[in-house]
């Protein structure tokens, strides 16, 4: 028997991913939240410390979710080990689950990193966890070398139109488009401004062409997420990880 998306993440059982009942009626970016935060916790995440347990977002990490439901381009810079990725995968499970009109294409550096995530993106729901990418088709992950590729027209050619965003499968109204370290790579010339857009990235160097001088731009939106913004992480943890790593290399991958 061949079973529907809910039924083949969930196994056809009662969800506690649903929103709860309010006396009142709430804004629908507030309901919206709660929901994709309920969801997040009926998630399964490898722990380096405690193994396979429950997503519990922390208050960062909601105010990351807010940011994505309620902006049209979301800029965030981040300390390492914050779990962006592990935030970027869930929203991708929800927007799959709740609204399957959607697409979502993830943009990481290399192959190795998109394998990584297709796996961590199986088994989020242990259900069937070998075949939940095949069967979500709404939600791709591919290579920044891809995504150029596929979106050579108007990335070669700095002076195009904006109709030429259109001709492009990943570049019309119903795509989200997020990119993983996009610091890495020169966006310069890209116009994603029609685009839902989600940039995610340890800062990489000092002429970070989306984070610009902070100042919101074009109607961005943006969020810093420092170690500081992490439990447990305290001064004594910072000096250990300098011990380790060397200060240059601490500030620029947990310094934001």
């Given at each position: ?24 009626p ?52 981040k ?14 499970h ?20 998109v ?6 993106f ?7 966890s ?5 069967n ?16 050579n ?5 700095k ?29 310069i ?46 001064d ?12 240059d ?8």
């Amino acid at each position: 028997m061949k079973l529907n998306r809910r039924e083949f993440i969930f196994g056809g059982a009662s969800l506690l991913a649903f929103p709860t009942t309010f006396a009142h009626p709430e804004p629908k970016a507030n309901l919206e939240l709660n929901d994709l935060v309920e969801f997040s916790k009926t998630c399964t995440i490898d722990n380096i410390k405690d193994g396979v347990i429950k997503f519990n977002p922390r208050p960062y990490q909601i105010e990351y979710f807010k940011n994505i439901l309620e902006s049209n381009i979301f800029v965030c810079r981040k300390c390492r080990q914050c779990g962006t990725t592990t935030m970027n995968l869930i929203y991708a499970h929800w927007v799959a689950e709740r609204h399957p009109e959607k697409n979502v294409v993830v943009v990481f550096s290399n192959n190795m990193i998109v394998e990584e995530a297709k796996h961590r993106f199986n088994s989020m729901f242990p259900t069937n966890s070998s075949k939940w990418y095949e069967n979500t088709p709404n939600v791709e992950f591919v290579t920044y070398n891809s995504f150029i590729s596929s979106c050579n027209n108007y990335i070669q050619n700095k002076d195009c139109c904006t109709s030429s965003l259109y001709t492009n499968a990943y570049l019309n109204s119903n795509t989200i488009l997020v990119f993983e370290e996009y610091a890495f790579h020169d966006f310069i010339g890209v116009n994603l401004s029609d685009v839902k857009s989600i940039w995610v990235s340890t800062q990489n160097r000092p002429t970070d062409v989306m984070w610009g001088d902070g100042k919101n731009k074009r109607n961005m939106t943006r969020m810093k997420i420092t170690w500081r913004d992490i439990p447990g992480r305290d001064d004594a943890w910072k000096n250990r990880q300098v011990e380790i790593i060397g200060q240059d290399r601490f500030n620029q991958e947990f310094e934001v």
